[in-house]
């Protein structure tokens, strides 16, 4: 598993990016969350994800939303 944030969403076609802490931004589709609505995301939420290849590169894919600790 990958540790990142979200870096940017497109909301209106339901795609986004996330930057993972070697500084590399990974493409996501909506279908690849789990447990979490697309329009539930955030910009800098943070994600643990897979990625997996596909046909234009690395995608993320079974992300989950890493709740902010409380402190």
Same mark, same amino acid.
């Given at each position: 598993m990958h540790i990142g944030k979200i870096k940017k969403l497109v909301?209106?076609?339901?795609?986004g990016f996330i930057s993972d802490t070697d500084g590399r931004e *990974?493409? +996501?589709?909506?279908?690849?969350l789990v447990e979490t609505?697309?329009?539930?995301?955030?910009?800098?939420?943070? *994600?643990? +994800?897979?990625?997996e290849k596909s046909d234009k590169g690395p995608r993320a894919i079974n992300i989950h939303v890493i709740p902010p600790t409380s402190a």
């Amino acid at each position: 598993m990958h540790i990142g944030k979200i870096k940017k969403l497109v909301r209106d076609r339901g795609f986004g990016f996330i930057s993972d802490t070697d500084g590399r931004e *990974v493409f +996501f589709h909506q279908s690849g969350l789990v447990e979490t609505a697309f329009n539930a995301l955030n910009e800098d939420q943070q *994600v643990e +994800f897979d990625v997996e290849k596909s046909d234009k590169g690395p995608r993320a894919i079974n992300i989950h939303v890493i709740p902010p600790t409380s402190a």
